[in-house]
């Protein structure tokens, strides 16, 4: 091959490996380009990780979460800051309990639909956490109709889901029945679920006088109480020191999902299952 023609031929195969390399590089560009307009996104903002656990099992790839309060504080006591307004930028759905003092701050800042979840009773509690699912379920097909069959498919299997680990802790459960207990206020209704006697209530800690507290031990002792539950997000060891003077078990719960997978609620309900198991074992 003549010298000219080969230094054409090189040229050529250069030019050919620049221009399929463009070809791959644009295909790729197009590809990523089509999937984010395939998937239309609707962000919401949830208050707490309640009502957010839930959305991000039947939202899923269709939605883009944002929860305000962190799981491990009390909501009722939150303080907005600006970086929680921030969070509402683009937000179409604002999902919120009711008994949030702030939210009326948040709801005003932003043009998102506000749509309140009322549903009564402690959400950790499996049955009406299951409704409030549902409630959930129809406030996402409301705001992104397209996406309805894929939220409607997903609270079925969230549902499942749900009565499948209940179906795991039947056994555990059926060992809390009629344990004497005083608790949280805010422990009490998932603490009834789970079939717990409920001899007293208490408040939050800056609640507890010392005049209650000797109330609560004399009625421990007299009613043979054999644990004392707090509640994490309001005060963690509100009822530690009752539970020693009279030697009483003690634990804490969660009253809300911690952690930010799709079955963070489980995994919270299943902990505090166990923790509740742990304190009595078999020789309540």
């Not at 995994?267 to 923790?275: C, F, P, Q, T």
Request: proline share 3%; hydrophobic share 45%.
């Amino acid at each position: 091959m003549p010298k000219a023609a080969w230094k054409v031929k090189m040229i050529l195969v250069r030019e050919m490996k620049v221009l399929r390399s463009f070809v791959i590089i644009l295909l790729i560009l197009l590809l990523c380009g089509c999937g984010e307009h395939q998937l239309e996104r609707t962000k919401v903002v949830a208050t707490t990780s309640l009502i957010g656990s839930i959305v991000r099992a039947i939202g899923a790839e269709r939605v883009e979460l944002a929860v305000i309060v962190p799981s491990g504080m009390c909501p009722g006591h939150f303080d907005v800051k600006p970086s929680d307004v921030i969070k509402l930028s683009g937000a179409e759905l604002i999902l919120y309990h009711g008994w949030e003092r702030w939210i009326g701050k948040l709801i005003s800042s932003s043009k998102a639909r506000a749509v309140m979840m009322d549903v009564k009773g402690n959400w950790m509690a499996p049955d009406v956490h299951i409704k409030a699912a549902g409630k959930i379920a129809d406030a996402l097909c409301n705001v992104d109709p397209k996406g309805c069959k894929l939220f409607k498919g997903n609270l079925k299997r969230y549902k499942d889901e749900i009565k499948s680990a209940l179906g795991e802790m039947e056994e555990k459960l059926s060992r809390l029945k009629g344990a004497k207990v005083i608790c949280s206020k805010m422990q009490e209704g998932f603490l009834r679920w789970a079939g717990l006697k409920i001899v007293a209530t208490y408040g939050r800690p800056e609640e507890l006088t010392t005049r209650e507290m000797v109330r609560l031990v004399k009625l421990a002792r007299e009613k043979k109480v054999k644990l004392f539950v707090d509640n994490l997000q309001s005060g963690p060891k509100a009822g530690l020191r009752m539970a020693e003077e009279v030697k009483a078990k003690h634990v804490t719960l969660t009253n809300f999902p911690l952690g930010e997978t799709r079955d963070s609620y489980i995994i919270s309900l299943r902990e505090n299952v166990e923790k509740l198991v742990e304190a009595l074992g078999c020789g309540r």
